[in-house]
Every structure is written in C-alpha cells, then in structure tokens.
C-alpha cells in the first residue's frame, strides 16, 4: 500500500466487540467477521445484548472481574486482554448493554489480519451491534480492501438492521459487495415494541438495496407468538414480492442462546413453524427460502 | 526341583493352548460374526499362536511396554501390509495366471477389475488399494455414453461395498476434471456407502475449480472423499506414481508397505526427566528400538515367508523392490503436553507458540532419523515417516494431531499444524470437524479445502456434523450401523466393529462431531 494510502486510513479506528478470523454463516464462503460495537435498535430478543451499548465508565463491571482484567484508568474502563479468561461476568455486570472488553482496531490492523488468514478467506463482513453505526471505519475499511491488490478479490458484506439513510448509502454502496439486511417485523408498532425504533427506514433501505443490484439477502427472525401471526406472515411475503420473487430470503428460528430477560421464557422456533413460514413463501411465488440447517 | 520347573513350564504351556482354544471357541460360537469374518479371526488367532519373532531383549521390552509397537500385525508376517498392484498391467496384458484375456470393453475392463482384487491381500486380508480408477477405465469409455457410464459405475460401486465390505479398501481419482471421476463422485455422493474409501487428487494447475467443488459439495454432503495434494505427493514419489490407500497412507504404486510399526510418544516423554534427556537420549533409544523391531519383521516377509513367489511379482502387478516401509510416530500431543509440565510451562499444544515449536521439533527430529538410516528391502533403502492415526484400544492423542475436544475453529487448526505435513510422506491426515450449518454454504469448504492445501496440508478430510457417515479417522462408519452393533444384531461391515469399539473408548456417539484415531484393531 503507498504511503500515501497508508496516511488517510490510518486515523479512523473502530470499536470492535469481537472478531471471528473463521465464519461460514455471516455471508457466503468462509469470512473474516468484524462485530461492531453499539447499535441504534434495542430488540428485546437479541442474541448478542451486550453488543448494543457503548461504555459510559460507570465502572459496575470492574469488581465483577475476578482476574483483575478490568480498573478505571483516569476515569475511563481499561481493559487487559492478557489477563482475562472470557468468563463474561462484566457483561452481565454492565447495566446498559455495553461491553468493557471491547478493543479498538485502525483499517491496517483489520487489513493485516485478512492478509494473515487470506488463503482461507472469501471475504470480509462488518456485523455488530449495528455496523452502519461506525460508517466513517466502514467506508475506510471498504476502500482499503477495494485498494490492496493482493486483499482486492474478497467480497465486502455487511449484515445490518437498516436503519440508515439514502444519503448514507449512497456512500457506502460503491465500496459495498452485498448486504445482508433483518427486518426485524412489519407491523410498526409491533416493530417499535421489539426493537424501540421505527421500521420504515429499514424498509426504505431494502428497497434501495434491491434496486442496486446489492441486496444479498433479507433476513427475517419468526419468534412464536410474536413475529409469526398470519399477520405478520402476509406482510413479509408481500414485503417480499414488492422486492422481487427472485430475493434471497433468510429465516432465522429465534433460539435462547444468549439471549436475556424476559424473552428467555418465550417459545423457540421449531422447524415446524420455519417450514410453515417457508411453505407460504415458496406458494405466492419466492423461489430461494433459506431455512436453517441446525435448531437448537 | 528340575522337575517342578519343567512342569510348572508345560503347566504354563497347556494353560496357554486352553486359553488359546477358548479363544478359537468363543469366535466360531460369536452370534455376531457372519463366517467369513469367524475365518478370517481364526487365521489371525492361529498366525498369533506362533512365537513371535526373535527380538534383542531391549526391543522385546519396549514392544512389551508398548513404547514401540508393530500394530498387531501378527507373530508371523507372511504378507505386506498393503500391496499397490499396478493394475494397469493387467487391463493392457491380461493374466496368465487368472486365465484373463485383455480387456477391450469397459465391462470387461470393470469385471478384469474385480477379479483382480480378490487376490490382493493385505494386513485385513482385503484390497486396501483399487487403482486410480479413472486412468484405469478412461480408455474404455470412447463410446460409452454419459448414462451408460454412471449406471457401470454404480454398479461396481455397489458390488465393491457388497463383496468387499471394509472401509480401508481405497479408490483414487484426479487430478484431471474426467468423465469417470465425475461419475465416481457422483455415484459416491448418491449411494453415500462407508466403501469404498475415495480420494480426489487436486493440482491447481491441473483440476478444475468445477470438479473440486463437485468434491468439496460431496464432502458436505456425505463426509467424503479425502482431497490430496497432488503436487506435493508426485514430488515425493516418482514416475511410476504413488497411490492413496486404507485410511490416507500414501505409498508406491506397483509396490506398497511391508509393515507399519510405531512409536508412542507419549510413553517416550513419561521417561524423560528433561526435554533435553528425551531429545538427547530416550528418543533416539526408542527409535533405534524401533527400527530394529521393522528390520525384524521386513527380514521374515522378505526371506522366510515366499510371499514374493506370487504371480503377482511375475506378472509384474508389484515389484519386490517397490515395497517401502511406513514408520509412525503418534501421541505428540501428549507429549509435547507432558514435556510442557515438566518444564513448568503451561502452553498447550496446539495452542501456543512454544508448545507448537516443540512439537515441529519432535517431528523434524524423528524425519531426520527416519532419512539416515539406511534400510534393506525396502524402496530407495529408506523408510517412509507416517503420522500413525490410532487404533480403537488407544487413549493417546493420534499422530500429530490437536487432542479431542480441545480442537479450535477449522483454520486455526490448519494453521496449527500445516508445519508437520513437510515431514510425513506416507501420510499424515487430519480430520476437521465443520459445523452442518455448512450445509447452506458449500462455497466456505471449497475455500477452507484451497486455503488447507495452499497451507501445506498433505491431503484435507472433514466431517460435517450431523451425516450419518462419519470418517473415524481415514475410514468411514455409519453411526446408525454402530447402534445397530451395539445391539449385538452384527455388522456387514468389517469396519463397523472398530468404530464400535472407538465409541466405547471415546464416546464417538455422545458427542457430535467428534472424530476418533483407529487404524486396526488390536488382536493381540
């Protein structure tokens, strides 16, 4: 990479929950998976909860911490990789979702790490949280991989809830391969119940994802009696069909692992009712219904 | 007194025979063994009631405590452990022997094919090797169609599981994108059959991506077939070629292995006080134990036993100085743990940088032994280093490999242990156990498969979770055939009974996709 390249990415940083150098279920092939922290939904079901908060330095998750991983430096949370031994006690110590453990990466740390597994890598996905949330990185991150010859053959996905304008996609979508996009439910006050944001944004955004050519596939999480009504069932297939028979449709079973609160006393999906779901899909006309290969 | 001594040694003698006719008794009587089987364990039984063969005291001792080990091949090796005939010789030539005239059609070529391998023997007494199959049956198919080829290949497919049912009896193809080796992979993804066992040899430079990826979806589909290095294994042999056979071991075509024996690694680093004492003593013991109990069994295949009178080696399906020599190593995992501890350092192997450099190290040490001893009759006077996968009795971690349950994601593991693969060219495998949540992204193991062998891996195997194949370590088992045997109804299967035994020992079936090292099972 030239010097000069080096110097404009070399400022942006991202704050990273986690990275997973092996992922087969985060986009097509196997990919180098980067977990955003911080997302602008709520969703009372999700699966990685303490992904959706950003550190505010309360400093409740340091005596949580038995290995001594975690003080308050200058009134911030510092965090020591070394020591600590991933037992997550701090994260259910932390009271607004949030994570101490999280660790900043620059683009050429990120880029590093691809040349490091890219014999094995078909691409590269930001996650999270919601990725969206740090664009500025993401657009970095993009155009560096996009720039280096030798990282320039692996596929750019994001895996996002949608709530992001037009004008913002507009960026992200010449540097963008595919994306990977949840609505997490139709009826808008159901979604605002679930998730504690409107839906029409991510609506809007499918739809500008579709007409790009760069929707690789909704996502849709069916959770008994509460996603899955005839209701809600009418409106992701006519969701569907407004977008075209031909989208790639991805139905996630919800399932409790990791899962906290409340929505740990709910139902898991069976395959019965994905097949339900999928069923009535395939009937008005969707041709590829991705169900899962394992419930739990 | 004299007296008391010679009768008490008679006594120990009758005591032996009774036992030994018990044992004959409880085979023939066993509900679970069809006839053949009842045969082929008696023959084994009375091999064993020989004496075995003269050992020095000191290699004796260590063959007893198991520290080096000769694989229960038997007190009176009377065959190779595997042949690789040349079965080109008989498809161009016929058999004077067999009474066969050469082949001109494809059933000919096919049925030429199956007479033959009733007379390859082996240590199980069945073909471990079958030919690289399309090179063997491509020129036969000049005006067979697409069709008719795929129902002649099912069928041999079917009767080679039927008639010869053990998972060791191997199949090569590749590195070209054929008709034959499509239909093989397909035929082999549609009947999804424990045999035969299948490899796919893959050349960058040669191979289609389509025909790898044909393999690779085969794989998330039924767990099979192994994919070879096939640069790196012709570079390793010469013209004449190499083949792929029993689990992964990879030998001279027109030849074979006279024997495999093995050092425990782990026994070795139990009597090291120091990694400097077993670097610098216990370890160049053992493998000089060990080379002297090889000599021992090579001497008696090649000057007592008449096994090269064959019509084999007059036909010229094999060549007397072709058969090599596989020299295994297992357990450095174990090992390299033990060593660790010694040394108050708490890396494990496989997982840390220290631990791994040790490890590389064992290996490298041992290829160095293996490349400056000069051998009689065996090929090119040197013996052949092999990662040794474990039988079904074995508690130690097999070969080189990280030890169960404690295996990271499938790259890492790669990455791990790519290293070793330089120092193993009769074969070294490991077995990566993939999530089924493969099963909607078959494009991920294509590029796992390209980015293991770019890495060095002699070959890439893996088992996805939740098929009914399982590969327990090189050979395959269906996991319903285990239950079915444990309900002591028997199995078709010789291999079924190994797998059996690897689940009591290491509970194949409580976890899924846990994969177990067995090569043989132990008669002794």
Known sequence: MSPKGLAKTSQVQATVSKILTYSICDGPGNRLVIFLQGCNFNCVTCHNPHTIGTCNNCGDCVPACHVDALSMVNGKIAFNPVNCDQCDACLVACPISANPMVQKYSVSDILELAREYRPFLNGITVSGGEATLQLKFVLALFQAVKDTPDLAHLTRFIDTNGHLGPQSWER?????DGVMLDVKAFDPSLHFHMTKQDNKKSMQSAKILQAAGKLFELRFLAIPGHTDSAGELEKLTEFVLSLGKDIRVKLNAFQHHGVRGEPLNWEKMPKSGIEHIAAHLRRAGVADVITPAVYT | MHDTLQNTSQMKDTLQMHEKLQKFRSIVNDPTLSSTQKARYLSQEAENALPYLELEPEVQEALEQRVICDMYEGHAPYKPRYVLPDYAVVLQKGSKYLELPIPETLDEAISTLMIAYHHVPSVTGMPVYIGQLDDLLLPFCIDVSDEELYQKIKMFWRYLDRTIPDAFMHANIGPTDNRVARAVLRVDAELKQVAPNLTFFYDPDVSTD????????????????????????????????????SCYNVLPVAGGSSTMTRINLKKVALRSDSEAHFFDEVLPRYIDLNFKLTEKRIAYLFEESNFFNSFLVEEGWVERDRFSMMYGIYAVADAVNILQKKHGRSGKYGFDQTANALGLKISRVVAEAVEARPMTNVWRGRALLHS??????DTETP???????????????VQALAAHHQYYPSGVSEILTIDETIKNNPQALFQLCKGALASG????????????????????????????????????????????????????????????GIEFQATG
């Open chain 1, 172 to 176: 992200l979508l010449p540097v963008t």
């Open chain 2, 210 to 245: 389509e025909i790898l990826s044909v393999a690779t979806n085969n794989i998330v589909e039924c767990s099979k077939p192994h994919i070879a290095n096939h640069p790196i294994h012709a570079k390793t042999f010469d013209e004449r070629g190499y083949g792929i056979v």
């Open chain 2, 388 to 393: 040794q996968a474990g039988i079904c009795t």
């Open chain 2, 399 to 413: 070969g080189v490999r990280i030890p169960y349950g404690t295996e990271p994601d499938p790259v890492s593991h």
């Open chain 2, 457 to 516: 891996f002699r070959e890439f195997s893996a088992n996805v979770a939740s098929n009914d194949l399982v590969r327990v370590t090189g050979y395959m088992i269906r996991l319903t055939d285990v239950e079915k045997f444990n309900d002591e109804k028997g199995s078709r299967t010789n291999t079924t009974a190994f797998g059996a035994e690897a689940v009591d020992t290491v509970g194949i079936l409580k976890r899924s996709p846990r994969v177990v």
